[in-house]
């Protein structure tokens, strides 16, 4: 049906269009009683049956203002609606034609669909069944390699973590014999210390007491001078007044006697100061020499 309905396209696209005529007063064209539409897919084509309506509707205007005969303008008429008729009666004809061969057409479409799809579903299952087939084949691979993969590497791990303990024991030996090491080694150092400070704070003692018996003895030294200075200076002190004592009494005696004597007197005056001078010199040197004597004595 379709190859038909554009054999008639092809026609109708070969066949000239009537040019227009210019009806006389009087006549109707011959192209507006014998027409014909050229078929097109699915009844006539619509351009045509337009462009033809609209011809016969100018034709029959120019008839009017023509004054045709009334007879002739519906002779015409009369023509053109039985040619309108025959061109919808074939029109309905090639409708009903092309609709049963589409029908045809979609039932042979929609069987064909059916087919095709069915064969789509089986291949599609087949597809399906070879793709999980074919995964469970690659999920049992990967769960072996997996296996072999865990396998040795659990392997692995425990060689590392015997290793380890290992490594861990012999570092704690070795941090055990450190520390006993280490603390002989402190206590040699806590009582050789311990040793020289009981004998360095004996000696610091010693010298301690020593320092103390030279300062009691140096104390006592001083105060052996002292008390020989001031018991010096006491016998000094007495014989500077007992030699000031005489001397007023011999300047009075000889202040006395000066004023009654004679120039004789004066010089047996003089002769017995001199004799008193001789007899107060021992007697003023004796504590000077006795108090060089005790010191002597006491160094």
Request: proline share 3%.
């Amino acid at each position: 049906m379709v190859e038909r309905g554009q054999q008639r396209t092809e026609r109708a696209s070969r066949e000239p269009e009537p040019a227009p005529v210019s009806p006389a007063r009087g006549q109707v064209p011959g192209d507006v009683r014998d027409v014909s539409f050229h078929t097109a897919m699915r009844g006539y084509e619509r351009r045509e049956v337009d462009r033809y309506v609209q011809r016969v509707n100018r034709v029959i205007a120019e008839l009017e203002i023509a004054r045709s005969p009334e007879s002739a303008v519906r002779h015409a008429l009369d023509r053109v609606g039985e040619q309108t008729s025959g061109i919808l009666q074939r029109a309905r004809e090639t409708a009903d034609e092309i609709i049963h061969t589409a029908r045809s057409e979609a039932e042979e479409t929609t069987n064909r669909g059916r087919a095709e799809g069915r064969d789509i579903v089986a291949a599609a299952r087949a597809e399906v069944e070879r793709l999980l087939a074919d995964g469970e084949t690659q999920a049992r691979e990967r769960v072996q390699l997996g296996e072999r993969e865990f396998a040795a590497r659990r392997k692995q791990a425990e060689e590392a973590l015997a290793e380890a303990d290992a490594t861990l024991a012999a570092a704690q030996s070795q941090a055990a014999e450190l520390v006993a090491q280490a603390q002989a080694e402190a206590e040699q150092m806590v009582t050789r210390a311990d040793t020289e400070a009981v004998e360095r704070r004996a000696r610091e003692e010693e010298r301690l007491e020593e320092l103390r018996g030279q300062a009691k003895r140096d104390v006592l030294a001083m105060q052996a001078d002292r008390d020989a200075v001031v018991q010096e200076r006491q016998l000094l002190v007495e014989q500077i007044h007992e030699l000031a004592a005489r001397l007023d009494a011999l300047a009075d005696s000889g202040a006395s006697e000066a004023i009654q004597a004679s120039p004789a007197a004066e010089d047996a005056g003089t002769s017995a100061g001199e004799e008193a001078a001789s007899v107060d010199g021992p007697k003023l040197g004796a504590p000077g020499d006795q108090a060089d004597g005790e010191r002597a004595g006491r160094s």
